[in-house]
């Protein structure tokens, strides 16, 4: 429950169903013009004509615009928690990169809650969770929520397009991939709790989000090659998630499944596809749906105009495609990068156990 003395509620569907709850730190922060309010109600719509079925009777979106709760996204089946920036609203421009995140937890009502790896669903809170299917959850939450975010206008096409271009290039530079399966990092919530990695770059952490969503996208990009562009992944996003509509009873699925919707959409050794890029390892990004999908990697002398939002909304310098560095904006470092120049001269980052931040820079 969010609750507060600032409150705004919006109707974001015909059929007065999906509500946005806006909450904020102060009444002005709650002032969104109908321009702003149209994309959200395009979300449900763009959510609608993807997957083909709700499940759910009503769905409330509670958004907190505050600086005192921390930035927060949490999925549940009827509804979902966000946290973000105040000026989410009264900013409109510096917080785009924030934007995706509604998009992200409104997705997971079908890929997490409705249909839900048959090993990370449990009948009694002794018996254990073992998520073997994260790259699938994650993985393509990670897809749609920012697919989602354009199709609706959250995002504008370029934003999408830089957003996805700092993800596979963030990948180019960590050698993490050299020794450790894409498989494995499901892992990581169990191994370190979300604590900072003193070399995030190299031990990877979590990376069925993102390195998922890449995956996708070269099924995506691939099932559109193979089918001569009358099919894409929103078709297995119908056949997959577009069953039972009404239904509230969570539907489990394993690795067999997934291979076989894949398959009847078109046909393909998918299970050969999908072992080599959950087990396999490699260097660099993968890049092979960029590439199927008419564009190329490169690298420029100025940051993108997302890259700048980005780190404006996340009080960041990024130097991580030259120096090898993260900084924090009051120069507190966040991250070097394994094998870079900043790495190569000696500097490394520290954890202070007792209050788990990341130092200032010093030498090894």
């Excluded at 897809?143 to 993800?167: D, H, P």
């Excluded at 993102?210 to 009358?230: A, H, K, P, Y």
């Excluded at 076989?260 to 390892?281: C, E, H, N, P, S």
């Excluded at 310098?317 to 790495?343: K, R, T």
């Amino acid at each position: 429950m969010f609750a507060g003395r600032y409150f705004r509620r919006i109707v974001l569907d015909a059929a007065g169903e999906v509500h946005l709850n806006i909450v904020g730190d102060s009444v002005d922060l709650l002032c969104a013009t109908e321009e702003q309010i149209e994309p959200h109600r395009a979300l449900v719509t763009q959510a609608d004509a993807l997957f083909g079925a709700r499940h759910f009777d009503r769905y409330e979106f509670p958004l907190a615009l505050s600086d005192e709760l921390g930035g927060i996204g949490v999925e549940h089946h009827r509804s979902c928690e966000t946290a973000t920036v105040p000026n989410y609203f009264t900013d409109w421009g510096a917080s785009a990169p924030k934007r995706d995140t509604i998009a992200h937890e409104y997705t997971r009502s079908w890929n997490r809650k409705y249909r839900r790896g048959a090993d990370s669903w449990t009948p009694t809170f002794e018996k254990p969770i073992r998520n073997s299917l994260m790259w699938v959850y994650e993985g393509q939450t990670q897809y749609w929520g920012q697919v989602l975010a354009a199709r609706s206008g959250l995002w504008t096409k370029q934003m999408a397009i830089e957003a996805l271009a700092q993800t596979a290039a963030s990948y180019g530079i960590r050698q993490g991939r050299r020794w450790r399966t894409l498989s494995d990092t499901k892992r990581d919530p169990i191994i370190a709790a979300r604590r900072p990695l003193p070399w995030a770059s190299w031990q990877r952490s979590e990376d069925y989000y993102s390195e998922g969503q890449l995956v996708w996208l070269e099924i995506d990009t691939l099932i559109r090659q193979l089918s001569d562009e009358s099919r894409s992944l929103d078709s297995f996003a119908r056949a997959f998630f577009g069953k039972d509509d009404g239904s509230f009873v969570t539907r489990p699925y394993d690795f067999a499944e997934v291979v076989d919707t894949l398959g009847a959409i078109v046909d393909y050794d998918w299970t050969g596809f999908l072992t080599q890029r959950l087990q396999g390892k490699a260097e660099g990004a993968p890049l092979a749906g960029i590439g199927r999908g008419g564009y190329e990697l490169v690298y420029r002398d100025t940051q993108s105009d997302f890259g700048i939002a980005s780190n404006t909304a996340l009080n960041t310098i990024d130097l991580m495609f030259s120096l090898g560095l993260l900084l924090s904006s009051d120069g507190a470092m966040q991250e070097v990068i394994w094998g870079s120049l900043a790495f190569e001269g000696g500097a490394c980052c520290r954890i202070d156990d007792s209050r788990r931040q990341w130092s200032k820079l010093h030498r090894r």
